[in-house]
């Protein structure tokens, strides 16, 4: 009996290990992914924004109400940088990240869990599914269309307006504690 459960556990982890092997384009696609989360935590717009092609559709209806919009990335990233730098820390928990691929575009499909913390108590976190549309450009892979399906919230959207308060100021505050190359 021993044997045969090995043995299944053994087969199910190569199996999973198959199922999840990676080429170079699905390797660009989840560092995409993942890079969105990780440069919008770090208030790095100015990087964030080379994630996306030069126009992008953005879908936030779930959470915020309204139509999706079509936006000039450069626009986007003002709008981000107006928000996300007035929290204390925001984390992003981008994961289980699905593939379909179109030819020279790729539906990606992940769970997201974004966090938003501002002082002692004020705190919002969302979570849901981000619906990515990325279009191959140069070999590279870019988010032409972002669209949030929401299915819950913890916390209070108070936050969003205090934040959006301190965005400004503590965008340049970090921006002065950067890297100069």
Known sequence: ?????LFIVLGLS?????????NADSAKIHSVVKSFGALADQSAFEYLGSLFTKTVTVDYTSAFGGEPAVVE????????AALLP?????????SDVNIDY??????????????????EDGFWQITGTY???MKKVDEQWLICSLTLISNGESGSRDVLAKAGE???????????RALKL
């Open 14 to 22: 190569i199996f999973t290990a198959r199922g999840q092997e990676m």
């Open 102 to 119: 179109m030819k020279d575009k790729a539906k990606v499909v992940a769970k997201i869990k974004a966090s938003h913390f501002l002082g």
């Open 131 to 133: 619906v990515f549309v």
């Open 166 to 176: 301190k965005a400004k100021q503590r965008l340049s505050e970090r921006q002065a």
């Open 86 to 94: 007035g929290f204390d820390v925001t984390y992003h928990d981008i």
């Open 1 to 5: 009996m021993k044997k045969i459960i």
């Open 73 to 80: 990335r450069q626009d986007l990233m003002t709008q981000w």
